[in-house]
């Protein structure tokens, strides 16, 4: 089956700075990858996403980096600010299924 | 995109009794699934919810506790029937829209006591 986990469950910058929060897939048919964010009482928002067929992909402020290799993805947010702070799921799914097996999250805090 | 719109948003409910959760897309969807977030953990999927046809549920979900309808292309309930404290958690639903991320609920916040 597939597992998703993080590697850090809270992730503390200052305002300003760069964050990248990592996350880890176990199945390598895996083929489609969303990072989501979630702000308190709120429902997960889509924040980016990335297929198997690329590497890496762009968003505003913030980067997706995928590695087919050893099945490892990150988020880089730039110039992270107060708004930022929430927390970061990513997710994995087989493409034809859009089942989506979600990380255990990483609660980002970003300092003034 | 599309906008999702759960209700009801929480509720505080009696154990052994039973809640509906209706979940509403702004579009015609083929897929529509339902999650369970657990307080301070991530998200686990319980079931598709298939359009004329019975849901597809994941390993640890049962159709005698979470009955799903899906009675067109819009619209989706879960039921979470005889609960207990433990079924207490965050319930979303989600869809995805043809080849697009998928897209959640505000969520339904239980509180079983």
Request: net charge neutral; hydrophobic share 35%.
């Amino acid at each position: 089956g597939e597992s998703v986990g993080l590697h850090l469950p809270t992730l503390s910058v200052q305002e300003g700075d760069n964050s990248i929060i990592n996350c880890a897939y176990s199945n390598s048919a895996s083929d489609y990858f969303i990072w989501y964010k979630q702000e308190s009482g709120k429902g997960p928002q889509f924040i980016i996403d990335i297929r198997s067929n690329m590497d890496k992909r762009q968003g505003q402020r913030v980067t997706v980096l995928l590695n087919k290799t050893v099945k490892h993805l990150s988020l880089q947010i730039a110039a992270t600010q107060p708004g930022d702070s929430a927390v970061y799921f990513c997710a994995a799914a087989m493409d034809s299924s859009y089942k989506l097996i979600f990380g255990s999250g990483t609660r980002l805090l970003v300092r003034p | 995109s599309a906008v999702i719109s759960q209700k009801p948003s929480r509720d505080i409910c009696q154990r052994g009794t039973s809640l509906t959760i209706q979940c509403q897309v702004d579009s015609q969807v083929t897929m529509m699934f339902w999650y369970r977030q657990q307080p301070g953990q991530s998200l686990t999927l319980i079931a598709t919810a298939n359009q004329g046809s019975e849901a597809t549920y994941e390993s640890g979900f049962v159709i005698d506790k979470f009955p799903i309808s899906r009675p067109n292309l819009t619209f989706s309930t879960l039921t979470v029937s005889n609960m207990s404290p433990e079924d207490s958690s965050i319930y979303l639903c989600s869809s995805h829209p043809g080849d697009t991320e998928a897209f959640f609920g505000q969520g339904t916040r239980l509180t079983v006591v």
